[in-house]
Structure formats: structure tokens, C-alpha cells
Nanobody
Framework: QVQLVQSGGGLVEPGGSLRVFCAGS????????MSWYRQSPGKQRDWVGA???????DILESLRDRFTISRGNAKNTVYLQMNSLKPEDTGVYYC?????????WGQGTQVTVSL
């Protein structure tokens, strides 16, 4: 059974940094690309970025100078590093994996950027 368990996130002031973690189990983690999405209050869930099984990433252009995605396959974990955070980055962040045609989501992690 594939499970994605998220941690990290939290509350930070504008300009601060946060990291969100996504740990996978029940899959050969290193074989699968991983994606990050976010859902701001009152909005749909939007794609943030993704990382291939071997490491190259693609991040939404508007976030590219502040967000990075990495992975530690030995720990079955993918990371979303967010720097210079802005209030508009507030939302619930989700990781996603597609395994054998089925989509799996993490439980979501709240990120709040506020004074």
C-alpha cells in the first residue's frame, strides 16, 4: 500500500523559509517522479513543481527563484524548500506520486506566511 506522509511547514513571517517533507512507503521510491502542489484558501490545487526519479526538477516559473525541490532516495523522501516566503504562498501543500497508473497524495501540510 502506497503512503505519502508529509511533515514540516508551519507559520513563518514574510521573508522567512520553510521546508516541507514527503516520505513515501509501499513503493520503489527511487523509480518514481514526485510532484508538489499547493492549494491557497478559496482556490484550486495548483502545480508547484516536480522532480524526476534521477533528480532533475521543474518548478513553476513564478516560484523558480524561491522554491527548490530535492530528493533523498535513501530516505524515501522528497523535499520542498521555500525561501523568501510571501503571504500569497500561504496554503496547504501536497506531494503526489503516480504508481502503476494510480495517483497518491500526501495528507497536506499547512504553510502560513504572516506577521
Amino acid at each position: 500500500q502506497v503512503q505519502l506522509v508529509q511533515s514540516g511547514g508551519g507559520l513563518v513571517e514574510p521573508g522567512g523559509s520553510l521546508r516541507v517533507f514527503c516520505a513515501g512507503s509501499g513503493l520503489t521510491f527511487s523509480n518514481h517522479p514526485m510532484s508538489w502542489y499547493r492549494q491557497s484558501p478559496g482556490k484550486q490545487r495548483d502545480w508547484v513543481g516536480a522532480i524526476t526519479s534521477s533528480g532533475p526538477t521543474d518548478i513553476l516559473e513564478s516560484l523558480r527563484d524561491r522554491f527548490t525541490i530535492s530528493r533523498g532516495n535513501a530516505k524515501n523522501t522528497v523535499y520542498l524548500q521555500m525561501n523568501s516566503l510571501k503571504p500569497e504562498d500561504t496554503g496547504v501543500y501536497y506531494c503526489k506520486a503516480v504508481v502503476a497508473g494510480a495517483t497518491y497524495w500526501g495528507q497536506g501540510t499547512q504553510v502560513t506566511v504572516s506577521l
